[in-house]
């Protein structure tokens, strides 16, 4: 590449990306870490979008109706970082780009949502960025719908390498927005036939363009180092009905020793190196620092939005108090005031009505009465809507033709849905849920361990979450999957024992702000074990004293979810052989191990033998069996140690030996 | 659909193809559960390929020159079934027809290979068929170079469906089969536009032909009911050098009320439809019932490759016996005789030199002496070679100029390249190991359960397994993966200590013959902790004790990997307190969980507290930390209770205090 030509050519825009490259540079020299090679690539296509179209003002990061910009190639977060701090972000002084990968730093090595304001979501982990692009190209189709152009019109933004590209996400996602025809949604993909193994074709010769546009994409090819080229395609993109991908062939590490090759892909830190790049940019300025002129032509456009943003505000003033109040309220992540007495009503009812129902089942119904007074939600399944239970009387199906449907057909896509799902969260203003069986959380799991680690509320319903799915066997039974949810870092595992807890977990996740949860929900109809009504949400605590002993304590059962009932059972015939019983229903571990130590204390006092039962494995389990620190109760578990079987699903829990008299014959065998 | 027509058309196979349909829907009936459409729908196209194309013998279902047949569409289990019975396997009777989806049956709801020969994998969660069925193609052409075209020659036939062609892995499947140019590769795509939810329209619009040509595959559409059409495509398939896709359309439930419908995916059970639907086929007989001349011309069909077969077991017998021994062993997974010596010459020799190395640069080490003596492995990343260091210099890459190659470059594709490997494995005759970090078991993880269900001992390198990954961050750090893998049942996962403890975890992965082995390796240098050499492979064990207290056993320190030097440092800063402190490696707690109750008492006495160290969370450490039974010891652990954070490793170690000092802190505590 002759640099000095294309720095002639374009001179102003030469200096402002070159600032970009310039601050990677010196950041990744500075932390000995990082990834040089796609912030560099990158810059041209970066100064464009953000000089002539994306729509912000960095003064005000969290203005609901900016454009998004998602750097889905994670790992060359210097791109997004410089940016920050080059448009005048006050989260992102010059001090952040040099404590770059550092202790306490806004700039981790990968962009972390949590972390600052600017940063839309995290990625790092390839191909979920533009996932969850599609989530915020839905989030935006059905707020527009629902509250008018004035106060919702912008696009979404994102950068993507060949790996976000080879990932198997990607084709879940550019086929779901290829369908629902995301206008607004537009990639850029960075084209530089470099991996880090070494050139793509090592691994890869998948036509890209031909690939988007059997997809439903309009797809544009340009050279991405030319800012006019840049300039025509994403005005181009930004007028048409389906989702553009711009395709820009790059060099990897421009104007680096490492150009064009996988070493130009990580840390460049070779001084020489260093210094020669940047006597090719022309650059002349000593490490970290930006030119004065370069910065503020940087600054101005940072606040070019400024006047855009001020004008929308008056918009959304114009709105009715009613629909301004809505709005702002479902962006806040509050619920509705009338969801808490809804539930209440749901829960009293159930009680007692008493029936025997599939906890799926007992969530369509809590969703019947939800989705009609919490209007952001927007359900949907990967294919399994009628067994999921997520759709409700008046959602609607969310399609080109019609924005305002609150359902969403994913296809067989749970990876793509829960990305979706996590981009809907994060783009505001929506509550999403998805389900699929709880065994294929294995294929959302990446997508899962996000919005943990994102601290969003998005809502996983995973029914048939037992041996008790029955004939389609252990390909389709989950055994090792709550372990797996309880395992994650804030996330909040649901496994309700009938309609009454259901609707508890329901409230919970549907409140909760900062905290992903997983509804784990049965297959085959379970009888109603909380047959008092009670106002309180009792899930809230995570486990509680479903029934007491009569007599003197010596047994503590502890269940969740299908097998509550089991031990309610079990408790029967215990106590009429004369052995006091406490049942202990505890459908959120999580919740119980966040209440104080005398609770935890009364719940599950020390002394009496613990039985833990549960159609799943062990793991987890003990530190409520055993005691926290140990030395507290002799204790047994009723559950799976082994990967299901092929049979009706009563015939499963005798084979495996999940029932009431296995139960008491434990107890008995623990009394010695 | 006129069947009259079709019928008279072509008698003798619409006969055939028929009895597939009439033991669907009773079998189906009989369950009252499963899927009849499709088997309904590709009747026709499996009765041409087993007719006139798939080169096997109905009485030698594991001879290892047959063509594979993959049913990747397992919820269709019934075509499977209906043609393994039809050709005569002797291990499908009609009562295990008659026994469909019921305890014990081998007819469980989906295809389980450990059930029954015939059987090519277990299919059921969507696109792991077709991602497996790249790694069988891969591994014929593998053996295909090593053994010489006489002795490994034949076809892989996949039948997928529109679930499967949605799912991610799909894309990751087909990329890498179209990049590898596996010619050999023949799917058929069950093109009924419908899917649980209805039809495909509701969730995705892509250009499936166009898709597949994008990623270099060869294309052909026909009628997936015309007999003729079937036959000259897939005589077209055969000839490719691309990998084929043959799109069948076809009519789900074809002749049932509910063809072309949703209704018609699953279980078809209404007694006067099913009639009908026979009647319009003109299936006359009682249920279950085949008429005698066709199913002795289906016999004939499964005797078809007899000759065939017995013709390759003479090319096999003229090979030299010292490469019909090797094909042999190979292909019974046996390790090679000097496996052994080579393993413990190098421990001997870590031992003796007892540097500071990462584990992922000692299972380098590793591969590096056994690669040379085990040629049945295939290694390869998921586009981290350099990081994973799973490339050793004598494997050249595999590719389509040199199918001698052993490594493969699978892209970013961790998924994909997951369950190639257990198609590999599957196939026989080939050990593969691929490498990701351990974070991204994530992405792998489908494939990874469905190896532990299948029994199978696909080997998983997963390196830079802890927060000691350093400035990448959260994203990239695993915390709860060992927790997951650990739940997994038959799963084993080895978190080594040093170069000795990853040689000896190598060795049991690389003789395992039905566990599939996770191995959790480091990123950052641990020194040498077993300097003493022992030929006995200490790591068989699950734990043993690498330093006994001085003095009275106060504290056992259980540790793994990376963290059990830590131990180690805590250990002597005890012991000069006076506090005698034994010090556990536990680098396989499933093989410790195996061993007989008194060598784990040996280990783990009664008594002394005990304190776990691991850079992970807590889930699955308080079975050995609190006794099996509870009662047995105070306790405590230092690892993880959140993600980690973006910073260098040794200063994430203390931030999150994980520490010498905090160990030694900890024990005082327990100690009061």
Request: with cysteine; net charge neutral.
């Amino acid at each position: 590449m002759d640099l000095t030509a294309m720095r002639n050519a374009n001179p102003d825009h030469w200096s402002k990306a070159t600032a970009i490259r310039a601050l990677t540079l010196d950041a990744v020299h500075a932390a000995s870490s990082g990834h040089s090679g796609m912030p560099i690539g990158m810059a041209d296509v970066a100064t464009v979008l953000f000089e002539k179209h994306l729509k912000f003002d960095a003064a005000a990061p969290d203005w609901p109706d900016r454009d998004r910009f998602i750097l889905s190639a994670g790992h060359g977060s210097m791109l997004l970082y410089s940016l920050l701090y080059l448009t005048g972000s006050s989260e992102f002084p010059l001090e952040e780009i040099k404590n770059f990968r550092q202790w306490g730093a806004k700039t981790a090595g990968h962009p972390e949502n949590f972390l600052a304001s600017g940063i839309e979501t995290t990625t790092g982990p390839l191909g979920q960025g533009i996932a969850n692009s599609v989530g915020f190209a839905i989030a935006e189709e059905a707020q527009r719908a629902r509250f008018g152009k004035k106060v919702v019109d912008h696009h979404t933004y994102v950068i993507a390498g060949d790996g976000c590209l080879m990932e198997g996400i990607s084709h879940e996602a550019i086929g779901l927005a290829g369908r629902l025809q995301l206008g607004k949604l537009i990639v850029l993909w960075d084209n530089n036939n470099i991996t880090i193994d070494g050139k793509v074709d090592l691994s890869d010769c998948t036509n890209q363009v031909a690939r988007f546009k059997a997809a439903g994409w309009q797809v544009i090819e340009i050279d991405g180092h030319d800012p006019v080229a840049i300039d025509e395609a994403l005005t181009a993109a930004r007028k048409s009905r389906k989702p553009s991908m711009i395709a820009c062939k790059t060099h990897i590490a421009l104007g680096h020793a490492a150009q064009d090759t996988s070493k130009g892909h990580g840390a460049l830190t070779d001084p020489d190196q260093l210094q020669a790049a940047k006597d090719a940019y022309g650059w002349t300025t000593g490490p970290f620092v930006v030119p004065e002129d370069v910065k503020s032509s940087w600054e101005a456009i940072g606040t070019r939005g400024a006047s855009a943003r001020t004008e929308w505000e008056a918009r959304l003033a114009d709105l009715s108090e009613r629909r301004r109040d809505e709005f702002n309220r479902a962006y806040a992540l509050e619920a509705p005031k009338r969801l808490s007495a809804t539930i209440r009503a749901l829960k009293k009812q159930a009680s007692e009505a008493a029936n025997k129902v599939a906890t799926r089942k007992s969530s369509e119904m809590v969703l019947e009465v939800v989705n009609p007074v919490m209007k952001e939600t927007i359900g949907g399944s990967a294919d399994l809507t009628g067994s999921n239970n997520t759709k409700t009387g008046d959602l609607g199906m969310f399609s080109p033709e019609d924005r305002k449907g609150r359902y969403i057909y994913y296809g067989i896509r749970e990876h793509g849905m829960a990305a979706a799902m996590n981009g809907m969260v994060l783009h505001g203003g929506i509550r999403p849920y998805g389900g699929t069986f709880m065994c294929f959380t294995d294929y959302a799991r990446p997508a899962m361990r996000l919005a943990a680690l994102m601290r969003i509320p998005t809502v996983f319903v995973m029914t048939h979450d037992s041996i008790g799915l029955g004939e389609d066997g252990p390909t389709h039974q989950p055994v090792e999957h709550l372990a797996i949810s309880r395992a994650t870092p804030n996330t909040h595992v649901f496994r309700p024992a009938d309609t009454v807890e259901t609707a508890e977990a329901w409230e919970l996740a549907l409140t909760s702000k900062s905290t992903p949860s997983v509804l784990s929900l049965t297959r085959q109809g379970l009888p109603t074990v909380r047959t008092e009504h009670k106002q309180k949400n009792l899930t809230a605590q995570g486990a509680y004293v479903l029934a007491d002993a009569e007599g003197k304590r010596q047994a503590i059962l502890i269940a969740t979810g299908s097998e509550v009932s089991l031990a309610m059972e079990a408790r029967a015939m215990l106590q009429a052989d004369g052995i006091g019983t406490r049942v202990v229903s505890m459908p959120c571990m999580e919740l119980f191990a966040e209440q104080d130590e005398a609770y935890r204390r009364r719940v599950l006092p020390a002394g009496p033998l613990r039985v833990g039962i549960e159609a799943a494995v062990r793991q987890g389990w003990d530190r409520w069996l055993l005691g926290e620190r140990g030395r507290e109760a002799k204790a047994g578990f009723i559950g799976m140690d082994s990967f299901g079987a092929s049979a009706p699903a009563e015939e499963l829990y005798e084979k495996f030996g999940i029932t009431a008299e296995a139960i008491v014959a434990k107890v008995k065998a623990l009394l010695g």
